[in-house]
């Protein structure tokens, strides 16, 4: 079957033989495409981020100066835009590079120079997650080393805190004498860690035991000491629903922030297709942009 070529662009004769034995899938200029696609992302998203810290003011015992939802809009349209221009880049060149064979017709052509494209893409979505799991373990790493010199430094104190029969312990051995602050203090951290075990309520005898150890340490009147207990497992309690909701919030950013990656990821592949095709389509119609690619 003879094919005929767009005009103006050679037509490179391949036997069969060496058809046989060979690819249709260009490797090289695949490559090329990931490197530039690459390349594109990292100086990008460097910049991005020094623009990004320019917009964070921060003072002594101060907090930012911009709006942190902003500055995650920003980031996240920044990203976005950085991943499927960066992928768009290294598709065109892929299909800009690769060789043609003239033995198809241009909708099989553009088929291949698309399917190039969605190489270059997916070498170089997996070339980040490889870098970026690198970088997330160095992190761990490091977070572990400073966590185990904590851990050592405070074994001891570990132990007692996570003990589960220490605050029952505590019960057999409650009297109405007065107890040395130390133990005091100690105590009354194993009770409210046991009912931060459940639904964070102080029972009522642990109440009243507190606020007679608090009349006993301090000469406060049992009002004002069962006053001050009752404060502080407020205090307690308000802390524990902050850090419910900084919870709650943290996991809905990581499910909005996984499909958008998701998303970003399935635009991307489309746009690194297209550039692709596109890319090919200008080699074969030998286009060039004399304005910027002339010769000095």
Do not use: C
């Not at 095709?277 to 942009?289: A, E, I, L, Y």
């Amino acid at each position: 079957m003879t094919i005929d070529a767009p005009a103006g662009v050679a037509v490179v004769e391949t036997s069969a033989t060496n058809r046989d034995q060979s690819s249709y899938v260009d490797w090289p200029a695949i490559i090329a495409g990931i490197v530039l696609a690459s390349a594109i992302s990292l100086v990008l998203i460097s910049f991005g981020s020094a623009v990004g810290l320019n917009f964070l003011d921060f003072g002594y015992n101060q907090s930012a100066t911009a709006s942190p939802i902003f500055v995650g809009i920003a980031a996240a349209t920044w990203f976005l835009w950085v991943q499927i221009s960066s992928f768009m880049a290294g598709g065109y060149l892929t299909g800009r590079l690769r060789r043609r064979y003239f033995d198809a017709s241009e909708d099989e052509s553009d088929l291949r120079d698309g399917a190039h494209g969605l190489l270059v893409w997916a070498g170089a979505a997996i070339l980040g997650a490889v870098i970026a799991v690198g970088g997330i373990g160095a992190a761990a790493n490091a977070v572990g080393s400073a966590a185990a010199t904590v851990t050592t430094a405070a074994s001891n104190v570990a132990e007692d805190a996570v003990d589960p029969n220490a605050y029952f312990v505590d019960t057999l051995f409650r009297s109405a004498q007065p107890v040395d602050a130390t133990v005091a203090r100690d105590e009354a951290g194993r009770i409210f860690a046991q009912a931060a075990l459940g639904d964070g309520t102080v029972a009522d005898e642990d109440r009243t035991y507190l606020a007679n150890v608090v009349a006993a340490n301090t000469g406060l009147a049992p009002e004002e000491a069962q006053a001050r207990v009752d404060q502080v497992i407020a205090n307690v309690e308000t802390a524990r629903q902050d850090a419910i909701e900084a919870a709650r919030i943290a996991r809905n950013v990581g499910i909005i922030g996984a499909f958008l990656l998701a998303a970003s990821l399935l635009i991307s592949a489309i746009g690194a297709f297209w550039a692709a095709q596109k890319g090919g389509n200008h080699r074969d119609n030998n286009t060039v942009f004399a304005d910027v690619f002339r010769r000095f």
